[in-house]
């Protein structure tokens, strides 16, 4: 007998554990209907009026209990107690169930990187590298404060972690950075800027080709420690801006130049001291004339002019350029400053004004 209990009890919670939405659904509305017969059969017509019977069935199933309405026959007594309020609560919890376990499991797959992102113009890390993509993610954190269009980053990685920073950015876990399954969830057709470090610079490589084709819009940063990769990757996506590692340039500079390694760290660096940044020349501006703009950044907005790059060739830069130049809309600016300039009045460096 007891064994036939636990193998009913086993079935049972199985049944209702396993039960999909639809079912939930038709077993509700077989409770209601079969409470709203036995209440009209016991007459009680008092809770079988339409409104008031929704009313006092959710009210009594849900444990509230307000009490305003009340069966009033003996049989009807008998229903609510042995079958409307015992049944309802099973019902109750399991639906509360159902929805508890719903959202944890959405929360894990949001943690563990599972979910299709809803994203477009967003700034896309791809790879993973320990406390050094930490310190990435932070600082694309910190900088993305000081814009106004305060994009979404996303991290999307193939190592097994779950989200490093739920409350700032989103994650998404793949199985391959060139899977178009994958990437579709990481939004990369609609990225604004695709960032590539991995460990493996051959992985960076495919990373790198398979984005280009899939966005050949967005702006594309590619780490390699080997320099020698850099070139054979922008002959096939010059669009690619790639950046190697530096690390001994910068020992051998610091040889001959004492500071030269703490000067290019601090202009890296947002958290402290001056920093390097850029902007693009807006559409409303006409010719500007680059001796002018050198002149009045440093007068009224205590930043250095360092170098430019033409709207047709972003990733060609002119470091220290010549100040009889003029510059136009679309043309991007780097220049040097405590913090990033987000109001400047382009006016005042018009070339035309100062004819």
């Given at each position: ?13 199985k ?12 077993v ?5 209907a079969t ?36 069966p009033?026959?003996t ?41 299709k992102l ?7 890390v ?12 932070n ?11 305060n ?8 190592a ?8 700032e950015?989103?994650?998404?876990k ?20 695709v960032?590539m ?24 940063v590619?780490?390699f ?5 850099v ?6 996506c ?41 902007v ?21 907005y ?37 913090k ?5 009045n ?10």
């Open positions: 007998m007891n064994l036939k209990l636990t193998l009913l009890k086993t079935l049972f919670v049944l209702f554990s396993e039960m999909h939405w639809y079912n939930i659904a038709l509700m509305v077989t409770y209601a409470s709203w017969a036995l209440l009209l059969l016991a007459d009680e017509t008092a809770l079988t009026q339409p409104t008031d019977f929704i009313y006092w069935i959710v009210v009594t199933a849900s444990t509230v209990g307000y009490g305003d309405l009340s009033t026959t049989l009807g007594k008998y229903i609510v107690s042995l079958y409307v309020i015992p049944a309802g609560l099973s019902i109750f919890a399991l639906v509360l169930g159902r929805v508890a376990t719903w959202v944890a499991n959405q929360w894990q797959k949001g943690a563990k990187g599972l979910k809803s994203v477009s113009n967003h700034i896309l791809l790879g993973w590298n320990g406390p050094r993509t930490i310190r990435l993610l600082l694309l954190i910190r900088e993305r404060a000081s814009i106004e269009d994009p979404d980053i996303v991290l999307c990685v193939r097994d972690i779950t989200n490093p920073i739920p409350s950015i989103d994650f998404v793949v199985t391959s950075f060139n899977n178009d399954q994958d990437m579709d969830r990481a939004g990369i057709a609609n990225a604004k800027v960032l470090d991995n460990p493996e610079d051959d992985l960076t490589m495919t990373t790198a080709l398979y984005c280009s084709q899939r966005n050949p819009e967005a702006q594309m590619a780490y420690n080997d320099e020698s990769l070139g054979l990757l922008q002959k096939h010059p669009n690619v801006e790639c950046t190697p590692s530096v690390a001994v340039e910068m020992l051998a500079k610091s040889a001959f130049d004492p500071g030269s390694s703490v000067l290019h760290h601090d202009l890296l660096d947002v958290n402290d001291g001056q920093a390097q940044y850029s693009d020349i807006p559409s409303s501006c006409h010719a500007i004339s680059l001796s002018k703009l050198f002149d009045q950044l440093k007068k009224h205590q930043a250095t002019l360092i170098g430019i790059a033409r709207a047709d060739d972003k990733l060609n830069i002119q470091v220290n350029p010549d100040l009889d130049q003029t510059l136009h809309a679309g043309d991007k600016v780097f220049y040097i400053a405590a990033r300039i987000t109001q400047i382009w006016n005042d460096f018009n070339e035309a004004q100062h004819v």
